[in-house]
């Protein structure tokens, strides 16, 4: 069975341009989460799905990031009027259910997104 | 503001010896504890967990110890391989909630 999948691995941009960036989970997993990961740090939230909506957002830098899961799948990350200090490894999981205690989350490769 | 924290960026250890990577947390309200590993160019990988009503929690050759009370839990790997070599990271959350807070890492380098 195939694993969480990224697309792209990489993205190099110019600051000010608008990317997205795709997540594909693991099959019949209704929990999804996208983290960013800066050099030197672990993984930071920014948000977490439950099945079509945003259950916690709260970890979103600000109103440039959204996100979207419209049919519970595959999401999109999106990221409009890019700063150099949105180049990070942008990191996509999922797990079964929304329980940690129970479901173990699932990572993707990533997608490392430089800002020029 | 730092949650949760791994204070050794790296550590090395000849192979066959124990590993042991700590981690401090200051959020008392976590009540469940993950480790991951995580190599290059990959997502990180689920290691190991354990819940706050436990103090150890035990897999093969790791093993997870959780004292409440000074915020602290470790993570021992007997014996080390030269597979183990990897970034660990610590990671907690509370409540069953989703939100998983991770530390920075810490580098393991294995010596055969």
């Known amino acids: 069975g195939a694993g969480v999948s990224q697309t792209p691995s990489n993205k190099v941009t110019e600051k000010g341009k608008y990317v997205e960036l795709r997540c594909d989970p693991i099959?019949?997993?209704?929990?999804l989460y996208w983290y960013r990961q800066s050099l030197g740090q672990g993984p930071e939230f920014l948000i977490y799905?439950?099945?079509?909506?945003?259950?916690?957002d709260s970890g979103l830098p600000n109103d440039r990031f959204f996100a979207v899961r419209p049919e519970g799948s595959v999401s999109t990350l999106k990221i409009q009027r890019t700063e150099r200090g949105d180049s990070a490894v942008y990191l996509c999981?999922?797990?079964?259910?929304?329980?940690?205690?129970?479901?173990?989350?699932?990572f993707g490769p990533g997608t490392r997104l430089t800002v020029l | 503001d730092q949650q949760v924290k791994q204070n050794s960026p790296s550590l090395s250890v000849q192979e066959g010896r124990i590993s042991i990577l700590n981690c401090d947390y200051t959020?008392?309200?976590?009540?469940?504890f993950l480790w991951y590993k995580k190599y290059p160019a990959e997502g990180p990988t689920f290691l190991i967990s354990i819940s706050s009503i436990k103090d150890k929690n035990e897999d093969g050759r790791f093993t997870v110890f959780l004292n409440k009370s000074a915020k602290h839990l470790s993570l021992h790997i007997v014996p080390s391989q030269p597979g183990d070599s990897a970034v660990y990271f610590c990671?907690?959350?509370?409540?069953?909630?989703?939100?998983?807070?991770f530390g920075t890492g810490t580098k393991l380098q294995v010596i055969p």
């Open positions: 959020n008392s309200m976590f009540d469940y």
């Open positions: 999981a999922s797990s079964l259910v929304g329980d940690p205690s129970y479901n173990e989350q699932f």
């Open positions: 799905f439950q099945g079509t909506g945003a259950a916690d």
């Open positions: 990671a907690a959350s509370s409540g069953g909630y989703q939100k998983v807070t």
């Open positions: 099959s019949g997993h209704t929990a």
